[in-house]
C-alpha cells in the first residue's frame, strides 16, 4: 500500500516536471488530451504485477525526452498515447486525426519495435535489422528508445538476473552506441558505464574504488594546471568557466583495454574543459584565441589536436580539442567550446536544431537514407552488419576533395578504396590507385582531412578478396562483398556450361541427382562451389565424367537388363517385372472403380510416369512413381503388397507437381519465373516460397499441370531462365 502511494506521489511530480519543461510547447487541448491519457493508462494498470510500472516508465522516458534531449509535443503525446494504442482504446487514423500524421507515425515506429521485442528479438540476430528499420522512419523513434533504456537501466535491481543482463547487452550493444551518433554524449556515458556496472561489477567497482583513492591529489593536480590559465583568461576579458571533468568509467576501462596497461599509467584521466560566453559571430575566433592561450603555457601535442569548428561533426558536435604537456610532464587534454556548443555536446542534435531555428529533425535524413540503404541489404548477414553498424556509429569523421573541390566525409581511417566506392560502385571495383594532393598512391592509402583525391580506375581490375580488409566503411564493405558474389557465380554458369557442353561432346548421360553425387563425393559444400571448381580448374573433367558414369551406369543398367534385385519375402521383384503391362496390372484412368486409389504425395505422380502401385493397411491403393525415393523400402519390405499399375488414361485433369529450383540470388529471378509460369498455357501455378543464404537462391514452386511431357517442357523453359542452375523435380 506505502508503495502504490508512493508512485501515484512520483507519478504526480514527474506529470508536474514535464509540463514545467515543456513549457509553450502544449496547447491547452494537448495538456488535457496527456491527462486523459495518463489517467486512462494509470487505470489500465491498477492491479498489474510489473517489474516497472509502466506508467512511471512512460512518464520518465517524456521527461528524458524533453529535459536531456529537448524533444517537444509529437514525442510527449507519441509515448503517452502509445498505451492506448497497443490497449486498442485507439486506432492509428484516430491518433493521426487527432493529434497529426507526425504522431502517428511515431506510434508506429514504437510498435514494431514493440513487437520485434515480444518476440524475443535480440540485437544480435536478424531481427536487428527489422528494430534499426522501425526506428529510421523517425529520428524520434529512436530518441524515445534511447530514453527508455536509461530509465531501465537505471532500475536494472528491478529486475531478474537474465533480463537485467539482456538489458545491459543490448545498452552497451545498440543503444549508447546510437546514443553517440545522436550526439547524445550524457546519456551515452551512462549507459555505458551502467553496462559496465551489471555487465562486469568487479571491473567497475575496481576503478570506483582506484577513483575514490586518487580523488584528492588528481583535484590537486586540476586546480594547479587550471588556475594560471585563469588568470590569463581573466586578463583577456574572456567571460568563461573553466573545470576539470574526470573521464567515464567506461572509457578509462576502454583505454585500460586497448593500451594493454594498468589503471596507474593512463595519463589522461581527466580533462579540462574551457566553455566561453561568446557572441555567435565571435565563437571560432574566441575559441582559436583561448588555444593559442593555452598552447602558450603549455606545449602541445601536434599529433593530437581536434578541430571540429572548422567542420562540425556530423551529429552536430563542436570543439576544438587539443593536448598539452602540463604540470610533472604529464598529458592532459583541454576541450575549447562554446556555451551554445556544450549544450550541443550534451543535448544533441536537439539543441543543433533549437540554435539552427530547424523545425522538426531534418538534419538527420541525409544519415537515415544512408542508414535504410545499408539496412535493405540483402546480400549483408546479422552478424556483420552489426559490427559494420556498430563501427559506423562511433568513428570520427575524415573530410576529403574531390578533383572538383566537392566535400566527401568518410570515416576515420577510410582508404582510397572506400573513397572510390563512396562515389560510385563502379568506380570502386574498378579503382588501381588515386593520386592524392597531385601524388600517385595506392588503394589501401589512408585519407586526412583536406585531402583531394582523384581515384585512378582499369577496365581490367576486379573486386579481390583481401579488399574487405583494406576499406574500412561499410558501404565499401557491403558493395566488395555483393560484387564478390557476382563473380563467384559468373565463374559457377561458366563451370555449368563446361560440363554441359564437354558431357555431351562426350555422349554421356548426367542427371541432377549424378551431379549431387559428385557434390558429395569431391566434399563440396553446394552446386555452386562444384561448378566454380570446374571453371577454376581445380577438379579434372575426365574423373567427373568416369565419375558420373559409374552413377549412372547402374540406373541404365536397371533399364535394360532389368536387374534391381529387389528382395521380396524370397520373391524376386524387378523394375523391368513391375514396368510390364500386363492384363493383370492395375489400370489407373478415370473410369476405374471399385478400387479406392490415391496419387501419393511423397512423389506426386502424374500421367505418363512409370508407376506401381501399393497396398495400403486400410485397403486402398496408393500410387508411387517408380523412381519415388520411397520404393526401394516399399518393394524390399512389402513386396507381397505392391501391384503393378499403368496408365491408360488421365486420373484426373491436372496433377501437383514440386519443383526444387536452385539460381542465383537475384531479385530479378522470382519476376522472371512467375512471368514465365503465368504465361505457360495449361499450367496453373498453387505455390512459391523462395529463400536465400549466401548469395544462392532457393524457389520451391508447385503446379498443376497435364500430363509428363508438359512438365519436361516446362522443367527446359524454367531451366533457361537467366540466373537458374538446376531444377529438380522433389
Given at each position: 500500500m506505502e508503495d502504490t502511494k508512493k508512485e501515484r506521489q512520483e507519478v504526480l511530480r514527474l506529470y508536474r516536471d514535464i509540463l514545467t519543461a515543456a513549457e509553450g510547447q502544449l496547447s491547452k487541448s494537448d495538456i488535457k488530451d496527456v491527462h486523459e491519457l495518463l489517467k486512462g493508462s494509470a487505470d489500465r494498470q491498477e492491479g498489474r504485477e510489473n517489474e516497472i510500472n509502466p506508467v512511471l516508465r512512460d512518464l520518465n522516458t517524456v521527461y528524458l525526452t524533453v529535459k536531456e534531449i529537448g524533444m517537444g509535443r509529437a514525442t510527449i503525446i507519441s509515448v503517452m498515447?502509445?498505451?492506448?494504442?497497443?490497449?486498442?482504446?485507439?486506432?492509428?487514423?484516430?491518433?493521426?486525426?487527432?493529434?497529426?500524421?507526425?504522431?502517428?507515425?511515431?506510434?508506429?515506429?514504437?510498435?514494431?519495435?514493440?513487437?520485434?521485442?515480444?518476440?524475443?528479438?535480440?540485437?544480435?540476430?536478424?531481427?536487428?535489422?527489422?528494430?534499426?528499420?522501425?526506428?529510421?522512419?523517425?529520428?524520434?523513434?529512436?530518441?524515445?528508445?534511447i530514453a527508455e533504456r536509461v530509465y531501465l537501466m537505471r532500475n536494472l535491481e528491478r529486475f531478474d538476473e537474465d533480463r537485467r543482463q539482456k538489458i545491459a547487452r543490448e545498452a552497451s550493444y545498440l543503444y549508447a552506441p546510437m546514443a553517440h551518433r545522436m550526439g547524445l554524449y550524457k546519456l551515452k556515458t551512462e549507459l555505458?558505464?551502467?553496462?559496465?556496472?551489471?555487465?562486469?561489477?568487479?571491473?567497475?567497482?575496481?576503478?570506483?574504488?582506484?577513483?575514490?583513492?586518487?580523488?584528492?591529489?588528481?583535484?590537486?593536480?586540476?586546480?594547479?594546471?587550471?588556475?594560471?590559465?585563469?588568470?590569463?583568461?581573466?586578463?583577456?576579458g574572456f567571460d568563461f568557466t573553466i573545470k576539470g571533468?574526470?573521464?567515464?568509467?567506461?572509457?578509462?576501462?576502454?583505454?585500460?583495454?586497448?593500451?594493454?596497461?594498468?589503471?596507474?599509467?593512463?595519463?589522461?584521466?581527466?580533462?579540462?574543459?574551457?566553455?566561453?560566453?561568446?557572441?555567435?559571430?565571435?565563437?571560432k575566433a574566441d575559441c582559436w584565441q583561448v588555444y593559442s592561450i593555452v598552447t602558450e603555457k603549455y606545449q602541445p601535442n601536434p599529433q593530437r589536436l581536434r578541430d571540429w569548428l572548422s567542420i562540425p561533426k556530423s551529429n552536430g558536435y563542436e570543439s576544438l580539442h587539443t593536448t598539452v604537456m602540463g604540470p610533472e610532464g604529464k598529458w592532459v587534454e583541454v576541450q575549447i567550446r562554446t556555451r551554445r556548443m556544450d549544450e550541443i555536446a550534451e543535448k544533441g542534435l536537439a539543441a543543433h536544431w533549437k540554435y539552427k531555428?530547424?523545425?522538426?529533425?531534418?538534419?538527420?535524413?541525409?544519415?537515415?537514407?544512408n542508414l535504410r540503404e545499408i539496412l535493405e541489404n540483402p546480400e549483408k548477414n546479422a552478424a556483420d552488419f552489426v559490427d559494420d553498424f556498430k563501427l559506423d556509429l562511433y568513428d570520427d569523421d575524415v573530410f576529403v576533395f574531390t578533383p572538383d573541390g566537392e566535400l566527401k566525409k568518410l570515416k576515420q581511417g577510410s582508404t582510397v578504396l572506400d573513397f572510390a566506392f563512396n562515389i560510385h560502385s563502379n568506380i570502386g571495383a574498378r579503382c588501381v590507385g588515386a593520386k592524392v594532393n597531385g601524388k600517385a598512391v595506392p588503394i589501401r592509402h589512408v585519407l586526412s582531412n583536406g585531402d583531394q583525391v582523384e581515384v585512378l580506375t582499369s577496365p581490367n581490375q576486379q573486386p579481390k578478396q583481401d579488399w574487405l580488409d583494406i576499406v574500412r566503411t561499410s558501404k565499401a564493405k557491403t558493395k566488395i562483398k555483393q560484387a564478390l558474389r557476382e563473380v563467384e557465380l559468373k565463374r559457377a554458369e561458366e563451370g555449368r556450361e563446361i560440363l554441359e557442353r564437354k558431357l555431351k561432346n562426350w555422349k554421356e548421360e548426367w542427371s541432377d541427382s549424378s551431379v549431387a553425387e559428385a557434390i558429395k563425393h569431391y566434399g563440396l559444400k553446394s552446386v555452386f562451389d562444384f561448378y566454380q571448381a570446374i571453371a577454376n580448374e581445380k577438379i579434372d573433367l575426365q574423373q567427373v565424367r568416369e565419375f558420373i558414369a559409374r552413377v549412372e551406369k547402374p540406373q541404365a543398367a536397371v533399364a535394360t537388363e532389368g536387374t534391381?534385385?529387389?528382395?521380396?519375402?524370397?520373391?524376386?521383384?524387378?523394375?523391368?517385372?513391375?514396368?510390364?503391362?500386363?492384363?493383370?496390372?492395375?489400370?489407373?484412368?478415370?473410369?476405374?472403380?471399385?478400387?479406392?486409389?490415391?496419387?501419393?504425395?511423397?512423389?506426386?505422380?502424374?500421367?505418363?510416369?512409370?508407376?506401381?502401385?501399393?497396398?495400403?493397411s486400410s485397403g486402398g491403393v496408393k500410387i508411387h512413381r517408380m523412381?519415388?525415393?520411397?520404393?526401394?523400402?516399399?518393394?524390399?519390405?512389402?513386396?507381397?503388397?505392391?501391384?503393378?499399375?499403368?496408365?491408360?488414361g488421365k486420373a484426373g485433369s491436372q496433377y501437383p507437381i514440386a519443383l526444387r529450383i536452385t539460381g542465383k540470388d537475384d531479385i530479378a529471378i522470382v519476376t522472371n519465373i512467375t512471368s514465365m509460369l503465368s504465361k505457360e498455357s495449361g499450367v496453373t501455378l498453387r505455390s512459391f516460397s523462395v529463400d536465400s543464404q549466401d548469395g544462392v537462391f532457393h524457389g520451391h514452386v508447385t503446379v498443376l499441370v497435364n500430363d509428363l511431357n508438359q512438365y519436361e517442357n516446362l522443367r527446359r523453359k524454367i531451366a533457361s531462365v537467366k540466373g537458374v542452375m538446376s531444377v529438380d523435380r522433389n
Open positions: 498515447a502509445f498505451d492506448a494504442f497497443r490497449a486498442g482504446i485507439i486506432t492509428q487514423d484516430e491518433i493521426a486525426k487527432r493529434w497529426g500524421a507526425d504522431v502517428a507515425k511515431i506510434v508506429q515506429g514504437l510498435t514494431r519495435a514493440s513487437e520485434l521485442y515480444k518476440k524475443g528479438a535480440a540485437v544480435e540476430t536478424e531481427n536487428f535489422r527489422k528494430l534499426l528499420l522501425s526506428m529510421a522512419e523517425d529520428v524520434r523513434v529512436i530518441f524515445i528508445l555505458e558505464d551502467l553496462s559496465l556496472k551489471w555487465l562486469s561489477p568487479d571491473i567497475y567497482e575496481d576503478i570506483v574504488r582506484r577513483l575514490k583513492e586518487t580523488q584528492v591529489a588528481r583535484e590537486k593536480y586540476i586546480a594547479d594546471f587550471i588556475n594560471p590559465l585563469k588568470k590569463r583568461l581573466q586578463d583577456e571533468r574526470t573521464k567515464s568509467i567506461y572509457s578509462i576501462w576502454n583505454k585500460i583495454k586497448k593500451k594493454g596497461t594498468p589503471f596507474e599509467n593512463i595519463y589522461d584521466i581527466f580533462a579540462i574543459r574551457v566553455i566561453l560566453n561568446s557572441k555567435p559571430e565571435k565563437e531555428g530547424i523545425k522538426g529533425e531534418e538534419g538527420m535524413d541525409a544519415w537515415l537514407k534391381s534385385a529387389f528382395s521380396v519375402s524370397g520373391e524376386d521383384f524387378t523394375r523391368k517385372e513391375l514396368e510390364k503391362s500386363g492384363d493383370d496390372a492395375l489400370v489407373i484412368d478415370e473410369s476405374l472403380s471399385g478400387i479406392e486409389y490415391k496419387l501419393s504425395k511423397c512423389c506426386h505422380p502424374i500421367y505418363g510416369d512409370k508407376i506401381f502401385g501399393f497396398v495400403s523412381d519415388c525415393p520411397n520404393a526401394p523400402q516399399l518393394i524390399s519390405k512389402y513386396g507381397y503388397r505392391i501391384v503393378k499399375a499403368r496408365w491408360a
